[in-house]
């Protein structure tokens, strides 16, 4: 082979050797991008936002005393639907912050209890308080998968016409509170 082949066969080699790392710069680049954009990353766009709330009933948590998730019992007021289940870490995080909220008379708050045992979401309730004017138990997550739930915690603003006017993915924060949840629910209040 003589040298004028070998280095032309040299560049093309590094070429190769070096997509890798020009892939990876611009992947690197993008995922910055995106932590840089500013964008709230709870945010998740819903299908069912303007719909009406999923029409599914769900048995109360036994031992409650409280009743079922019925949706038909949304009409006529503002709703918040908190999805948790007591496995959660991030449930127990936001729950200070329902029980805050449940002092609010102007709306009610009801639970949809996921994938958890009667036992354990009692004794959650038990020691952190019970915001919830509902508790509707989702052995299967059936219900949750009708709801557009991609996780617990998620909370739902329900309007008194019963249409979901808005999502909240993750705990619910003081930051969360003020930017995003609360004016849903004055808005709802309002109409």
Known sequence: ??????????????????????????LAGIFLLQLLSGRDNSTIPSALIGQAAPQTV????????????????????????????SWCAPCREEHPMLMELS???????????????????????????????????DEAGRAAIQWGVYGVPETFVVGPDGTIRYKHVGPITPKALESGLMPAIEEALGQ
């Open 1 to 26: 082979m003589s040298t004028a082949e070998e280095a032309g066969r040299k560049p093309r080699k590094t070429l190769w050797a070096l997509l890798p790392l020009v892939v990876f710069a611009v």
């Open 58 to 85: 769900l048995p109360p948590l036994e031992g409650s005393g409280l009743p079922g998730l019925d949706p038909a019992s949304f009409a006529g007021k503002v709703t918040l639907v908190n999805i948790w289940a």
């Open 103 to 137: 002092g609010d008379g102007r709306f009610d708050i009801v639970g949809l209890n996921y994938k958890d045992k009667a036992e354990n979401a009692l004794r959650f309730i038990g020691n952190l308080g019970n915001p919830y004017a509902a508790i509707g138990t």
